[in-house]
């Protein structure tokens, strides 16, 4: 099976410092594989430079077969490759039903037909969203108002309006409850398999990271230090050695 992602040699430096440092990564299609390594390793400018925020100082990211190297974030979104992001910077005082109606239009490039009759015809495909998500019963309150948790299934919610071939969920459970973090991984995972997706991950966990991935890739100083399943990955020295102290 040809992977969905595919990841050479790439590299990002900021003033001669190497943030990442020629990563090789594949991500198999249907699958979810986390991305993880301690504070520094260069996680966040990683996905960066696959959401096309960053351009890269080297190296190749081919998605579907296609190379997306540089190009901006707009175009990377409508090959099918998405981020979460957060709804609280992004939509803070509309309800949270015209959240989603603003993404759906957004990824049919009718953003400007909000207010207008198109703009109401989307509203049924926003609230089966929703009701995907388990928002539904929130719709018309403001999202400033969605407790943390809510906010964070919010902005899924959003990403999932653009119909993603791979989701890049970067710390999904980060700030929240344990119940939250229950809730947000058995969300991931059910919509990864009900839906097809494809998801890479982030994420600050090890308990969600080693209980959910099908492949965990460890990162350090912008380095891949290890690759494997999460056995594998577990039990690797150096893993434990730079980041996780012990074998969860």
Known sequence: MSALLEIS??????????AVDGVDLAVEPG????????????????FRLLTGVHRPSGGRIRFDGRDITGLRPHAVARRGLTQSFQITNVFPRISVLESVQIAILARRRRSSDFLTRFGRRVEPEARRLLERVG???LA??????????DQRVLEMALALATQPRLLLLDEPTAGMSPHETDRMVELVV????????????????MDVVFGISDRVTVLHQGQVISQGSPDEVAEDERV???YLGSAP
């Open 9 to 18: 040699q790439l590299s990002k430096r900021f003033d001669g410092f190497a």
């Open 31 to 46: 699958t979810i594989h986390s991305v993880i390594g301690p504070n520094g390793a260069g996680k966040t400018t990683f």
């Open 135 to 137: 928002l539904s019963e």
């Open 140 to 149: 018309e309150i403001p999202a400033e108002r969605l407790s943390h948790g």
């Open 190 to 205: 059910e919509l990864a398999e009900s839906e097809r997706l494809t998801v890479l991950l982030s994420e600050h966990d």
């Open 240 to 242: 434990v050695e730079v």
